[in-house]
């Protein structure tokens, strides 16, 4: 079975700084998808940043991007220029490719506090 | 027009008794799931749909009872509530997985139930 770990419970930034989120998974599976989805305090999860284990290129989304490691099944959230906007909740996900149907699997997630 | 809309967002009620969940998408998806987060914040797959066929039924007391009367629609039945079943419970919705899809699922607000 697969299985998502987020290290870090907590982190905290410096408003404009940069910022790293961890996330390590564990499948026997070649394809999948790999995501970041933020929780704000309104409870909403939001996606921010999709990255197909196929493509080598690390996805990048505005401010926010990713570094995939696939051979060390690692796959980091860096968050540049933060803003107190970006104070939430963040899950990593894991979902298979294999069959259609399945469900993402999320890490336990990292609160990110932003400091003015 | 909202993506993924959930009623009712809180839901206080006494143990014992028996409420329902209502979840509806537009986006067109074939897949709709339901997840619990519990007080630590953690998510799990608790059910998923496909085409109004239960394809995902993970270890859930028999109390929790989903029903999908069409794709669009998945709605989420509670008998006896007890005060475990406290959570926050998000339906959300998702393309199979094929490529040239978008392949993240898209969640509602979540529904805030509060037993007592």
Same mark, same amino acid.
């Given at each position: 079975a697969q299985t998502v770990t987020q290290s870090q419970p907590e982190m905290s930034v410096q408003e404009a700084e940069t910022v790293t989120l961890s996330c390590t998974y564990d499948t026997s599976e070649s394809d999948y998808?790999?995501?970041?989805?933020? #929780?704000?305090?309104?409870? #909403?999860?939001?996606?921010?940043?999709?990255?197909?284990?196929?493509? #080598?290129?690390?996805?990048?989304?505005?401010r926010f991007s990713v570094n995939f490691q696939k051979a060390a099944k690692s796959f980091s959230l860096k968050i540049s220029d933060s803003q107190l906007g970006d104070a939430a909740m963040y899950f990593c996900a894991y979902r298979s490719a294999t069959g259609g149907y399945n469900k993402l699997i999320f890490g336990a997630g990292t609160r990110l506090a932003v400091h003015p | 027009? +909202?993506?993924?809309? $959930? +009623?009712?967002?809180?839901?206080? +009620? $006494?143990?014992?008794? *028996?409420?329902?969940?209502?979840?509806? $998408?537009?986006?067109?998806? *074939? +897949?709709?799931?339901?997840?619990? $987060? *519990?007080?630590?914040?953690?998510?799990?797959?608790?059910?998923?749909?496909?085409?109004?066929?239960?394809i995902i039924n993970e270890t859930v007391p028999n109390r929790f009872s989903p029903k999908s009367p069409d794709k669009a629609h998945l709605n989420l039945h509670i008998n006896s509530l007890e005060l475990g079943d406290s959570a926050v419970y998000f339906c959300a919705s998702s393309h199979e997985v094929s490529r040239g899809l978008d392949t993240e699922a898209f969640f509602g607000q979540g529904t805030r139930l509060t037993v007592v």
């Amino acid at each position: 079975a697969q299985t998502v770990t987020q290290s870090q419970p907590e982190m905290s930034v410096q408003e404009a700084e940069t910022v790293t989120l961890s996330c390590t998974y564990d499948t026997s599976e070649s394809d999948y998808y790999l995501f970041w989805y933020k #929780q704000p305090p309104s409870r #909403q999860m939001i996606l921010v940043i999709r990255q197909e284990a196929y493509k #080598q290129q690390n996805a990048t989304e505005n401010r926010f991007s990713v570094n995939f490691q696939k051979a060390a099944k690692s796959f980091s959230l860096k968050i540049s220029d933060s803003q107190l906007g970006d104070a939430a909740m963040y899950f990593c996900a894991y979902r298979s490719a294999t069959g259609g149907y399945n469900k993402l699997i999320f890490g336990a997630g990292t609160r990110l506090a932003v400091h003015p | 027009d +909202t993506a993924v809309s $959930q +009623t009712p967002k809180y839901l206080v +009620t $006494q143990m014992g008794n *028996d409420k329902s969940i209502k979840c509806e $998408q537009n986006l067109g998806h *074939d +897949t709709m799931y339901w997840y619990k $987060q *519990d007080s630590k914040k953690f998510l799990k797959i608790m059910f998923s749909y496909n085409n109004k066929e239960l394809i995902i039924n993970e270890t859930v007391p028999n109390r929790f009872s989903p029903k999908s009367p069409d794709k669009a629609h998945l709605n989420l039945h509670i008998n006896s509530l007890e005060l475990g079943d406290s959570a926050v419970y998000f339906c959300a919705s998702s393309h199979e997985v094929s490529r040239g899809l978008d392949t993240e699922a898209f969640f509602g607000q979540g529904t805030r139930l509060t037993v007592v």
